[in-house]
């Protein structure tokens, strides 16, 4: 059974940065919660050679239909070219949890 909600995985160099984005996702209402996951160490490919940076991951809760305004909101105040935005389906969770993450997107948190 589908629930209509994703979780949106979103790197970013720093906190302040991670905050920034999870902040404008939140007053934008694109996001019910954003969970910021300090001191990740990314290994990655990039212009042809691996790297590695220090970030911080950040989790968004939305629903299906905000996932584009979402996308919009973390590649307008990210600084990187090529931000991640990984997104996946969230199949089943508990109904009173995602009544709130519904009613928090739509503006009628409880």
């Known amino acids: 059974m589908k ?11 720093d906190l302040e940065t991670g ?11 694109v996001a019910a919660c954003a969970n910021i996951v300090p001191q990740v160490e990314s290994h990655y ?4 050679k691996i790297e590695s940076s220090a970030e911080v991951l950040v989790l968004f809760k939305t629903s299906d239909g905000l996932v584009s305004a ?5 590649v307008r105040n990210h ?4 931000p991640e935005f990984v997104v996946v389906e969230i199949k089943r969770g508990s ?7 519904g ?3 739509e503006g009628e948190e409880g």
């Open 3 to 13: 629930s209509g909600y994703c979780i949106a995985f979103v790197t970013a160099p």
């Open 70 to 74: 979402l996308e919009e909101v973390v």
């Open 45 to 48: 490919w990039w212009q042809g």
């Open 19 to 29: 905050r920034k984005i999870a902040r404008a996702a939140l007053a934008g209402k």
């Open 79 to 82: 600084p990187y070219d090529t």
């Open 95 to 101: 109904e009173k949890y995602l009544k709130w993450l």
């Open 103 to 105: 009613g928090s997107v």
